[in-house]
């Protein structure tokens, strides 16, 4: 348990503004973007070798503020039982950078920012995304801050195909890097999911092609709808049944006949109001178009697949760690196995873990302790390396 | 494999008025409900001593027409492979009985009939519904057809829950019981998924209170959604990886890096293309409302926890089976092993079989030879000991 006075304190957000016109950011597709303006921020000291960065990728849906607070020390970065002083991402020997990805809505120039061609916010004209987007945006993020080489990257979900993606492309750069509960290929179940979530939002009648921004009403019905489906699949089964079983909302509501009125249909169980309160709350910090943007993106993620991937692989220094939980059935113990098989035919030095835990893939988030043991002695090892 | 000439040829589908202003359906929440139309199908002829009926119960969407055509051979009912002259339901020796559920939308009377009370559809003033309350409609339409004990009720999913809620409060009146794939309480995560459903269907913007009857528009974008995501969990993950794997719609599409195009976010994938009809076929032949009824009625069905549910049980006299399918995790295994124990620690005589197959939820739908044996054996048993 984190122990009073162990937590970050009071923390801000960062802003660089890291392509501009004259040094426009290069995607993959081969289209230029600039300005890009990334969100992050850091915590701990850079030591003298500037050896000892740690960095962090985030999910789908999270942002830069990964630890401490913003002045409400009750409300706390998504990551603060992993980040702090004696914690597994140790602040008091690592200098830990966490930005926000571009694409994204919380700092970093996504679809909802300003076009400079028109003046009016990207929307859907906002390039195509890919992973290897994102990790040119972190390297350029670690250049701003004068640091040539991470000690290590470490990311859940889609923040662990992130730190896959740049240990595969820059092998000598990376001293190690921890995915967890993260997949290199997506399976069609999952690709499924997107497409339900996708579907909800471009056919919201107020999505207007991506163009909702100051007008009244944008895609929220669709976007909340998204967020409840994904957030079903973010819990195992049991996980629920342990936070809501068939508990009715109204404990005094009739045992088994139903009543007759037209809110028979609102909510009943504990679980409908909690998923209705997960899609609502998350209207207010997620934009929809950068849900289409990240979701594809995660569809299409396939780095095996590429021809010279194995080629480069031969030259993997970099230390792996992949974690999976046990109930996880987002990206279960399957995805983690073969991102470990490949990585090993290839010759690098992997540690696989499956750890077990009820809470499915939110487990990540979690403070569960040999899950963070397994991180924590993956980077004490690295930190004793240098 | 079905041989040509086994099957059903041509059938119709036909109504009785079972309940009306001078006799109405009396319903489990103490509202009555007139008139009550049925539509329903038999197949095979009853015997003299009308013992030979087998009483088929439908799951959540499909219909009255389980069996032959309705003058295009090509397009069958959804339990052809089951129903028919040879097959399981062996119509050269059973008279089959199929209705379309009270609350439908298939010719029975539901939310889009007229309330002669205002002469417009009911909408959501149609009375909430319990399992029993469709228990109540089958017994009378037996009666109806001059029956008076069915040798068999045969359901899937939620016609397992009929068969089964039916076995529980008339105990000698059934001599067997088929409960496939069924559930006698629904997880939370079952839950999660029907109140995604229902707030797709009930947010749409052109939802209107339930009253989109004869409108230019009706909760289409919801319906569509609610039955892409109820689809995703028919199907086993393996399901989907055989049917689509990770292919492209356009084959020739880019292999990694996205093209830029608005359309980017549209169809890629075949499993989304899928999806996509699922939805939009959907729309023709289902009601909103309907939806909105029985899956809350799913929901709340709990039958074991009625307090008297355990003594009417040690009457039961009813055999019964229960068949679950080893990859179907919408109702799993486990919520077959609920079902078998409970009735065998009332002394009930239970065979339960678990059924090896990769097809999900929808195998009771599927010829799989274990499965259509073990239900063949079963009602060839019954039809014996007549």
Same mark, same amino acid.
């Given at each position: 348990?984190?122990?009073?006075?162990?937590?970050?304190? %009071?923390? *801000?957000?960062?802003?660089?503004?890291?392509?501009?016109?004259?040094?426009?950011?290069?995607?993959?597709?081969?289209?230029?973007?600039?300005?890009?303006?990334?969100?992050?921020?850091t /915590?701990?000291?850079?030591n003298?070798?500037?050896?000892?960065?740690?960095?962090?990728?985030?999910? %789908?849906?999270?942002?830069? &503020?990964?630890?401490?607070?913003?002045?409400?020390?009750?409300?706390?970065?998504?990551?603060?039982?992993?980040?702090?002083?004696g914690?597994?991402?140790?602040?008091?020997?690592?200098?830990?950078?966490?930005?926000?990805?571009?694409?994204?809505?919380?700092g970093?120039?996504?679809?909802?920012?300003? #076009?400079?061609?028109?003046?009016?916010?990207?929307?859907?004209?906002?390039?195509?995304?890919?992973?290897?987007?994102?990790?040119?945006?972190?390297?350029?993020?670690?250049? &701003?801050l004068?640091?040539?080489?991470?000690?290590?990257?470490?990311?859940?979900?889609?923040?662990?195909?992130?730190?896959?993606?740049?240990?595969? #492309? /820059?092998?000598?750069?990376?001293?190690?890097?921890?995915?967890?509960?993260?997949?290199?290929?997506?399976?069609?179940?999952?690709?499924?999911?997107?497409?339900?979530?996708?579907?909800?939002?471009?056919?919201?009648?107020?999505?207007?092609?991506? #163009?909702? /921004?100051?007008?009244?009403?944008?895609? *929220?019905?669709? %976007?909340a %709808?998204?967020?409840?489906?994904?957030?079903?699949?973010?819990?195992?089964?049991?996980?629920?049944?342990?936070?809501?079983?068939?508990?009715?909302?109204?404990?005094?509501?009739p045992?088994?006949?139903?009543?007759?009125?037209?809110?028979d249909?609102?909510?009943?169980f504990?679980? *409908?109001?909690y998923?209705?309160?997960q899609?609502?709350?998350?209207?207010?910090?997620?934009?929809?178009?950068?849900?289409?943007?990240?979701?594809?993106?995660?569809?299409?993620?396939?780095?095996?697949?590429?021809?010279?991937?194995?080629?480069?692989?031969?030259?993997?220094?970099?230390?792996?760690?992949v974690?999976?939980? #046990?109930?996880?059935?987002? +990206?279960?113990?399957? &995805?983690? !196995?073969?991102?470990?098989?490949?990585?090993?035919?290839?010759?690098?030095?992997?540690?696989? !873990?499956?750890?077990?835990s009820?809470?499915?893939?939110?487990?990540?988030?979690?403070?569960?302790?040999?899950? &963070?043991?397994?991180?924590?002695? +993956?980077?004490?090892?690295?930190?004793? *390396?240098?």
């Open positions: 348990m984190i122990e009073p006075g162990e937590a970050i304190g %009071l923390v *801000e957000t960062q802003r660089a503004e890291l392509f501009t016109a004259e040094r426009p950011l290069l995607l993959g597709s081969g289209r230029q973007l600039a300005p890009v303006e990334v969100a992050f921020e /915590y701990g000291e850079l003298e070798d500037r050896s000892n960065a740690v960095f962090i990728c985030h999910a %789908l849906t999270a942002d830069a &503020h990964a630890a401490g607070h913003h002045g409400d020390p009750e409300r706390r970065g998504w990551w603060d039982n992993l980040i702090g002083p914690r597994p991402v140790d602040t008091d020997r690592c200098f830990v950078v966490v930005p926000n990805l571009l694409g994204g809505c919380q970093t120039t996504g679809p909802s920012s300003i #076009d400079p061609a028109t003046g009016q916010p990207y929307g859907l004209r906002f390039p195509a995304l890919s992973v290897r987007d994102l990790v040119t945006v972190h390297r350029r993020l670690l250049e &701003h004068g640091i040539e080489r991470p000690m290590a990257v470490v990311g859940g979900s889609l923040g662990g195909m992130q730190a896959l993606q740049w240990a595969l #492309d /820059y092998p000598e750069e990376i001293g190690g890097a921890a995915l967890i509960c993260a997949s290199s290929r997506l399976t069609a179940q999952n690709i499924a999911f997107s497409a339900v979530a996708r579907e909800a939002i471009m056919r919201d009648p107020d999505f207007n092609g991506g #163009d909702f /921004y100051g007008r009244e009403r944008g895609p *929220e019905l669709g %976007l %709808l998204a967020r409840m489906t994904a957030h079903i699949t973010y819990l195992s089964e049991e996980a629920m049944r342990q936070k809501f079983g068939r508990r009715r909302q109204d404990p005094d509501a045992p088994v006949e139903p009543g007759v009125a037209e809110s249909f609102d909510v009943d504990q679980v *409908e109001s998923l209705r309160h899609g609502l709350s998350f209207l207010d910090r997620f934009d929809a178009n950068t849900y289409l943007y990240f979701s594809r993106m995660m569809d299409r993620f396939d780095p095996f697949s590429e021809p010279e991937a194995f080629q480069r692989m031969k030259q993997l220094v970099t230390r792996f760690l974690v999976s939980f #046990d109930s996880d059935w987002r +990206f279960d113990t399957g &995805h983690s !196995r073969v991102i470990q098989r490949a990585l090993a035919r290839a010759g690098a030095q992997v540690s696989f !873990r499956e750890i077990e009820p809470w499915g893939h939110d487990s990540f988030l979690l403070e569960i302790p040999e899950y &963070h043991r397994t991180v924590q002695t +993956f980077l004490n090892r690295l930190l004793e *390396e240098q």
